[in-house]
């Protein structure tokens, strides 16, 4: 247990990285502006790949080696499609019809796309000809071959654990760190193994059995925001900290004017889990959809019930309502503060923080 206050990463120093914190790949609020702001800061800054097309992918990757000299991680999800059915639609379109009413929509509006596609052999080929020095996964990992593809690589591979059993799996998969994605976390939970929200840990937990059981550096996440959380999780053992939602403001995120307003009033003391906007158990801020349906048993499975709830959201926008938009944030959203990359890596962990 490290209860010296200075920090430094086994893991970020092995790749290139000054400073022991990596800046969550956040997935629709921000590209390679923030990645290249974290970077040149000294932390690993990521770039959420998981709603990007393969040009995109590389014209990103591009703009963050033209912008930086500094190693970056590029993020993906790796969720295995199961079967979606006309029957399951039917029964979410059933659910959400009286909001279709109330903006005009009907079945007709329901889209057939968008849905984040999981990584696959295309996008494998790509990672390995651009060789990244870091590729991280939310939802388990790709097949064996594709993983094989990118270790080859050379890139160095992370993946989330939201119980002990997910840490055991990954680290038999042969990668090379493992962030302990606690209940506090913003965003998708990365839970892959077991869908009983009542059996994940709080980042209090989860991190020190990690520590305790896994022989791979463990990256905290989920509730960081200052440095009083990041002293904590080096205290119980972090090799590296994590951290998305005291990001959410940073002056290079593309969060949206309402999704910053709301993490700046009382709003921000309200986080609930949801499946409705993806399928998938994400932490947000409560709205009138999410107060609504909370976690609803007939969403269909990650990434299909976004299918039907997308569109309601894109019309509701357009009136300038987002009381059917997800607003990603963790249970610390309360702590957050507006500044540049530097600024916020600056709060979370102050100079004096950061070992040699
Ligand atoms: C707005 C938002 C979007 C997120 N999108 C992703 C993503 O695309 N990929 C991913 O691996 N994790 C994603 N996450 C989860 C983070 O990786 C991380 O687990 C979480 O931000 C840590 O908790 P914190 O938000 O309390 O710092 C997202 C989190 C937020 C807040």
């Given at each position: 247990m490290n209860l010296d206050n200075t920090h ?11 400073k022991p914190i ?160 606690g209940?506090e976390a ?16 709080g980042t209090f937990?989860?991190l020190p ?11 905290a996440a989920g509730g960081i925001c200052n440095d009083v959380t990041a002293n904590c999780a080096f205290a119980l053992g972090a090799?590296a900290i994590q951290v998305g939602t005291a990001f959410?403001l ?18 921000a003391n ?60 963790g249970q610390n959203a309360c702590l957050t503060n507006?500044g540049?990359?530097?600024e916020i890596i600056d709060m979370i962990l102050p100079p004096s923080c950061i070992g040699?």
């Amino acid at each position: 247990m490290n209860l010296d206050n200075t920090h430094t990463s086994n893991f970020l120093s092995s790749v290139g990285c000054e400073k022991p914190i990596i800046q969550a790949p956040m997935a629709g609020v921000q590209d390679s502006r923030l990645a290249i702001a974290v970077c040149n800061a000294g932390g690993l800054g990521s770039l959420p790949c998981a709603m990007l097309s393969l040009e995109q992918i590389e014209n990103e990757i591009t703009n963050i080696r033209t912008h930086t000299q500094q190693p970056f991680n590029v993020n993906f999800f790796a969720h295995h499609l199961v079967n979606y059915t006309p029957e399951m639609e039917k029964e979410w379109y059933n659910i959400l019809k009286p909001y279709y009413k109330k903006f005009g929509l009907t079945e007709r509006d329901i889209s057939n796309t968008g849905g984040r596609q999981p990584f696959n052999q295309e996008t494998a080929d790509l990672i390995s000809d651009l060789k990244v020095p870091v590729v991280s996964f939310h939802f388990g990992l790709p097949n064996d071959n594709l993983l094989e593809k990118i270790k080859n690589s050379g890139a160095k591979i992370i993946s989330s654990a939201t119980t002990i059993a997910e840490a055991k799996w990954l680290q038999s998969k042969g990668i090379d760190a493992i962030i302990a994605q606690g209940l506090e976390a913003g965003g998708h939970r990365g839970m892959f193994l077991n869908s009983d929200v009542t059996a994940q840990l709080g980042t209090f937990s989860l991190l020190p059995n990690l520590v305790n059981t896994i022989d791979l550096p463990i990256i905290a996440a989920g509730g960081i925001c200052n440095d009083v959380t990041a002293n904590c999780a080096f205290a119980l053992g972090a090799d590296a900290i994590q951290v998305g939602t005291a990001f959410l403001l940073a002056h290079e995120a593309n969060t949206t004017d309402r999704h910053k307003q709301a993490l700046q009033e009382e709003s921000a003391n309200d986080t609930l889990l949801t499946n409705i906007f993806s399928g998938g158990i994400a932490r947000g801020i409560r709205n009138q959809l999410i107060g609504d349906l909370g976690i609803h048993t007939s969403a269909p499975p990650f990434p299909y019930a976004s299918f039907v709830t997308d569109p309601l959201k894109k019309k509701a926008e357009q009136e300038g309502n987002f009381e059917f938009s997800s607003m990603w944030a963790g249970q610390n959203a309360c702590l957050t503060n507006t500044g540049s990359a530097t600024e916020i890596i600056d709060m979370i962990l102050p100079p004096s923080c950061i070992g040699s």
